[in-house]
């Protein structure tokens, strides 16, 4: 496993790996994205072009409406072409450089950026760690949930559960959790591991993320909600009376993931309203 670093290099380990992430946008929602800006720019312009005929064209009669050219309109629908798809080229230009430069800037100091599990999860939050083991509990069997299990070590047998959750960050339940990750992880290392493309995290976002606050919060988010949500199905969605329908060894720990849950979803409202 990956040897720990000093503060310095650990920080300076998770810009490059955040780098790297941000580098990774799903490129359909943003080809989606520009093709929207292509077509408000197309409807802008039509009207504009209509507009100016009707002021400043040639009547035949008075009164009578200014048939706009042809070639007007086709001028502008490949004007809107042209920004939607250059914008869109451009965009995948910069994304691709980026992610370039911060693979090469974690190659440089021994990592693999498409396998970053290859060593260990040291790398990863024990917040996002847990946001993905609840993906994997959720995920339909499949290639997504085999890539999970492969990459990360999660298993159906493992000692993590929802409703309620079985591991806090920062607990010794959850050192155990990364203990079992990551002996499984060893266990499977003959195989090989699946890699994390740029395409690839675009779409499923596997790639380490610097733990920042609002991080944090919307890592805690996903897997208190589903916690909750467990919960409701298992005891009723009335939370006043869990009292009565969930046994009394887990009463507590179902209490505090429904205020946490609440508490986790008022901060992230403050933070809204305050941006």
Not at 47 to 56: E, G, K, P, Q
Not at 134 to 142: K, S, V
Not at 151 to 156: I, L
Request: hydrophobic share 40%; net charge positive.
């Amino acid at each position: 496993m990956e040897e720990l670093g000093t503060p310095a290099r650990d920080g300076e380990l998770g810009v490059a790996w955040e780098g790297l992430a941000a580098s990774c946008a799903p490129p359909l929602r943003r080809l989606g994205g520009f093709l929207l800006v292509g077509f408000a720019l197309f409807a802008a312009t039509t009207t504009a072009v209509i507009l100016y005929y009707n002021l400043f064209g040639e009547r035949a009669f008075a009164g009578q409406g200014v048939a706009v050219p042809h070639a007007a309109f086709y001028a502008t629908m490949g004007f809107s072409a042209a920004v939607a798809g250059g914008g869109y080229l451009l965009w995948l230009y910069r994304s691709l450089r980026s992610y370039a430069a911060f693979s090469r800037i974690l190659r440089d100091r021994g990592l693999d950026p498409r396998r970053p599990t290859r060593d260990g999860l040291s790398a990863y939050s024990d917040e996002q760690l847990l946001a993905l083991r609840t993906r994997y509990e959720r995920a339909l069997p499949g290639s997504l949930k085999e890539r999970l299990a492969r990459t990360f070590g999660f298993h159906e047998d493992d000692s993590f559960s929802l409703g309620p959750l079985s591991a806090r960050p920062g607990t010794f339940e959850m050192g155990v959790l990364r203990m079992e990750w990551e002996a499984n992880l060893l266990l499977r290392s003959g195989e090989p591991l699946p890699e994390i493309s740029w395409w690839t995290e675009g779409r499923h976002r596997l790639l380490p993320r610097r733990p920042s606050e609002l991080c944090r919060l919307l890592f805690a988010l996903r897997y208190t909600t589903e916690s909750v949500r467990e919960l409701k199905r298992r005891y009723g969605y009335r939370v006043e009376r869990w009292h009565k329908t969930v046994p009394e060894g887990e009463l507590w720990d179902a209490v505090r993931d429904h205020e946490e849950a609440r508490r986790i979803q008022a901060a992230l409202n403050r933070r809204v309203r305050g941006a």
